[in-house]
């Protein structure tokens, strides 16, 4: 928790100072990330609102981690979901081999809202585990995702061309937050999904 506080002081204090020689703060959702090769890719997030985040900061920035494992939070998640838009009927996800991103069209076959982390269709109290997402049937050719921020679980449908795709597709990246002095070389790294600020 120490550790915690202090990094986002840190972070706090880079974001007021910008670009002095304390450094500067990146934040995104992780695309990629290789744990042999110590980098992480991400999209930046171009608004930086919790409840409201913006996906579409292109190219895809690469950062080196820190060496020093005590200036590096949990190991993030790589996934290529950046957006659900159940409205439109619509997901967007970052594209690798054109390193851009794709609006791809589903037909929802159900959706259910208001579904908090602890819900039964997403966590097993049994085994007090959260259920993993995403759930892709190749049988009935059905993808089903949660996103926990917009507390909806929804089961969709995409051309049959994209249901070859990796799994983690239809995944969204952890989001992460990096401190850096040089472009491309974190000196702290802080992985924002899997860190509860608030956890004593």
Not at 33 to 50: C, L, M, Q, S
Not at 139 to 163: C, G, H, I, W
């Amino acid at each position: 928790m120490k550790r915690i506080s202090i990094l986002l002081a840190a972070l706090a204090l880079a974001s007021l100072v910008g670009c002095s020689d304390f450094g500067k703060v990146d934040q995104g959702r992780v695309v990629a990330y290789d744990k042999d090769a110590g980098k992480v890719t991400f999209i930046r997030d171009k608004k930086a609102e919790p409840l409201n985040p913006d996906y579409s900061g292109l190219p895809a920035v690469t950062y080196t981690i820190p060496t020093n494992p005590e200036e590096m939070g949990p190991a993030p998640k790589a996934g290529l979901r950046m957006k659900l838009d159940t409205q439109k009927s619509q997901i967007v996800i970052y594209d690798p081999k054109e390193q851009n991103f794709k609006t791809i069209g589903f037909k929802i076959h159900d959706m259910q809202e208001n579904v908090e982390r602890d819900h039964p269709l997403v966590f097993d109290k049994a085994t007090g585990k959260a259920k993993v997402f995403p759930m892709v049937d190749k049988t009935k050719k059905t993808v089903t995702v949660y996103s926990a921020r917009q507390k909806m679980l929804v089961t969709f449908s995409v051309p049959d061309e994209y249901m070859t795709w990796p799994d983690s597709t239809w995944d969204a990246g952890d989001e992460v937050r990096v401190y850096y002095k040089e472009d491309g070389k974190s000196l702290r790294f802080m992985n924002i999904s899997k860190t509860d600020i608030f956890k004593k």
